[in-house]
Nanobody, 129 residues
């Protein structure tokens, strides 16, 4: 699975930004997809994830109510819509894919960072105060 992330940029506090991750490869549709971020000096964290079917979605507590993850199966693309951005959202954002191991994927399954085996290049998001 190959992943291509895009959509980062410089925005102001309160603005919105949507990241896109285009997946390619024969089995891309059968993967759970996630968005991670890593700020300078901090560990990488899972921000949001969506199961292969779209039926299960996970969000990091600090982004709940502000970020929305979605996937367009026809376009093989996953989006991360980020609203009400804060300076603490500043980071390099990465999309990642996890092979589906069961038909029904739980939120707990999605929240396990070690499941994500395929990574796209990062896209920088900077939120100015």
């Amino acid at each position: 699975v190959q992943l291509q992330a895009s959509g980062g940029g410089l925005v102001q506090t309160g603005d919105s930004l949507t990241l896109s991750c285009a997946a390619s490869g024969r089995t891309a549709l059968s993967h759970d997809m996630g968005w991670f971020r890593q700020a300078p000096g901090k560990e990488r964290e899972l921000v949001g994830a969506c199961s292969w079917s779209g039926s299960s979605i996970y969000y990091l507590d600090s982004v709940k109510g502000r970020f929305i993850i979605s996937r367009d199966k026809a376009k093989n693309t996953v989006y991360l819509q980020m609203n009400s951005l804060k300076p603490e959202d500043t980071a390099v954002y990465y999309c990642a894919a996890a092979p589906r191991r069961t038909v029904f994927v739980t939120i707990s399954d999605l929240s396990k960072p070690w499941r994500y085996e395929y990574w796209g290049q990062g896209t920088q998001v900077t939120v100015s105060s």
